[in-house]
């Protein structure tokens, strides 16, 4: 094969890409508080045995979805709470 198609580097690239991807979307997953550990794992197996159409629907309703994701709050500053 011949071409842009045909090249080793590209389909290299491609993959690159891809795992970057997952890894991404999986590290959404586990910063979530909208997933019980059930839902969690399921998302995460959903993401690695269908690597680009189920990462792009896990990311997809982690943004849009159910999911809340977590915001940091840049002004919080934690203490130790006395009493109790």
Do not use: N
């Not at 959903?46 to 309703?61: C, E, K, M």
Request: charged residues 15%.
């Amino acid at each position: 094969m011949h071409g842009l198609l045909g090249s080793i580097e590209f389909w290299l690239c491609l993959a690159a890409a891809v795992v970057a991807y997952d890894a991404y979307v999986i590290g959404l997953v586990f910063r979530s508080t909208g997933y019980t550990d059930a839902q969690r794992l399921s998302q995460i197996l959903l993401v690695l045995l269908l690597p680009l159409a189920g990462t792009a629907a896990v990311h997809w309703f982690a943004k849009h979805g159910t999911s809340v994701l977590p915001v940091r709050d840049r002004e919080f500053e934690p203490r130790e709470v006395d009493g109790a």
